[in-house]
């Protein structure tokens, strides 16, 4: 299920990932505290099923806010009872803060999923992909052992959510990708951290199954924190 979010801001904090995995998390306990239990605290270090992307038209940096008249927050998930909870959340209530940024809710729409039966497809990132080597050196998609980490990660975060690897590996045919920088802080980070990231199109080939996952629920490194959400072009 893909759902897009709309919202009226007039500015948003640059390092706006967890803030707005906060507000998902936020969202869905007001519905469910057994739910948001179970699926964010509980399994805390699993990798979830689910991947967001925001979009801000028009928009300008200023220092480190970010100047727009809207939000747009894609949230793709094939858990369906949280997308619900979700959906009924966040319609409940109008206007939201985080330190200083107001959202204000001004409707949704439904995206209709494109089906992945074929085994290549040229998917579009809606938030930048994150690929790093086992030394934790992040990778870009032209370099020579991107494929290798993106397979390994991938097979990983399978079996984390479905105690299973690929089914076949996956292979990047063609790109249109370009270096992406985010600047985060995290919890567990006293300061600011800058991601190394991958933006753009790409044709990925890989048994349509695992595709339809990354389609789904995001691809590579952090796919619940902001990372890795796609579309098909």
Not at 6 to 19: A, N, T, W
Request: glycine letters at 6%.
């Amino acid at each position: 299920m893909r759902c897009v979010f709309s919202f009226q801001i007039e500015y948003f904090p640059i390092k706006y990932r967890l803030l707005l995995l906060s507000f998902i998390k936020e969202i869905t306990r007001s519905q469910s505290e057994e739910f948001y239990q179970s699926f964010f605290v509980e399994r805390e270090k699993e990798t979830k099923r689910f991947s967001f992307a925001p979009y801000f038209p028009n928009i300008r940096i200023d220092g480190d806010l970010i100047v727009s008249e809207a939000l747009n927050l894609t949230v793709s998930s094939t858990n369906m009872e949280m997308m619900i909870y979700l959906i009924n959340g966040i319609q409940q209530k109008r206007e939201y803060s985080y330190k200083g940024s107001v959202m204000k809710f001004t409707g949704m729409k439904m995206v209709k999923e494109k089906p992945i039966v074929q085994s290549q497809v040229w998917f579009k990132t809606l938030s930048p992909i994150l690929v790093e080597s086992k030394e934790r050196k992040p990778l870009l998609v032209g370099d020579d052992n991107f494929e290798e980490e993106l397979n390994i990660i991938s097979s990983k975060i399978m079996q984390s959510k479905y105690g299973r690897t690929l089914y076949q590996p996956i292979k990047i045919l063609k790109h249109q990708m370009k270096k992406s920088v985010v600047k985060e802080n995290l919890h567990q980070s006293s300061g600011d951290l800058y991601f190394t990231g991958n933006i753009g199109r790409f044709l990925l080939e890989g048994d349509p199954r695992d595709l339809s996952v990354f389609y789904s629920e995001g691809i590579a490194l952090r796919s619940n924190q902001g990372f890795g959400c796609l579309d098909v072009l």
